[in-house]
């Protein structure tokens, strides 16, 4: 059964990084993108990018071109989501969700969400 | 961008009544639309893709239609566990968008 598991929660300050990791298991890790989404609190959900584990290709979304890096580690089938210049309205639960293949590229399967939390 | 426009943003309802939520692509989509379910705290859940077709383990209460710009998703007859958030998602192209969601609340 695939699963894939997030790391922890995050406090960072204004200005600072983040860098969120996503690690997959119970599948062929190359086999399938990876989406990140977040959700603000009581906001709805949103887009952010996919990379594909095959050869790293990107998409990300307009609104975080420019701070937003998406990377993968094959040797440990783990997908990074770094963001960078953080605001308050970043403040977020990330998610990491798998295409699910096929004929569809909807979102099978889904981390268990970051909270992150940006404030001075 | 694609932009998903989804309504009611929330509706109540009764055990055993019918829903539907609708879904409006700014441009054609084919049939490249799926549904989700979340529950506070939780993580969306992928109830439907490819417009109709279930995911394995949805109840068949669930169910998906439309094409092109236009999509519905219905809940035959609301259960207890069906009281969430759902929202749509274009997967179309790049960038995915989703739907603003649609919360659906016990009356």
């Known amino acids: 059964q695939a699963q894939l598991v997030q790391s922890g929660v995050e406090v960072k300050r204004p200005g600072a990084s983040v860098k969120v990791s996503c690690k997959a298991s119970g599948y062929t890790f190359a086999s399938y993108g990876i989406s990140w989404v977040r959700q603000a609190p009581g906001q709805g959900l949103e887009w952010m990018g996919w990379i594909s584990t095959y050869n790293t290709n990107t998409y990300y979304a307009q609104k975080f071109q420019g701070r937003v890096t998406m990377t993968t580690d094959t040797s440990t089938s783990t997908v990074y989501m770094e963001l960078t210049s953080l605001i308050s309205d970043d403040t977020a639960v990330y998610y990491c969700a798998r295409d699910q293949g096929g004929v569809s590229r909807n979102f099978e399967y889904w981390g268990q969400g970051t909270l992150v939390t940006v404030s001075s | ?107």
């Not at chain 2, 019918?18 to 639309?33: E, F, H, P």
């Not at chain 2, 997967?91 to 739907?99: Q, W």
Request: proline share 6%.
């Open chain 2, 1 to 107: 961008a694609i932009q998903m426009t989804q309504s009611p943003s929330s509706l109540s309802a009764s055990v055993g009544d019918r829903v539907t939520i609708t879904c409006r692509a700014s441009q054609g989509i084919s049939n490249d639309l799926g549904w989700y379910q979340q529950k506070p705290g939780k993580a969306p859940k992928l109830l439907i893709y490819a417009t109709s077709i279930l995911q394995s383990g949805v109840p068949s209460r669930f169910s998906g239609s439309g094409s092109g710009t236009d999509f519905t998703l219905t809940i035959s007859s609301l259960q207890p566990e069906d009281f969430a958030t759902y929202y749509c998602l274009q997967d179309y192209n790049y960038p995915r968008t989703f739907g603003q969601g649609t919360k659906v609340e016990i009356k």
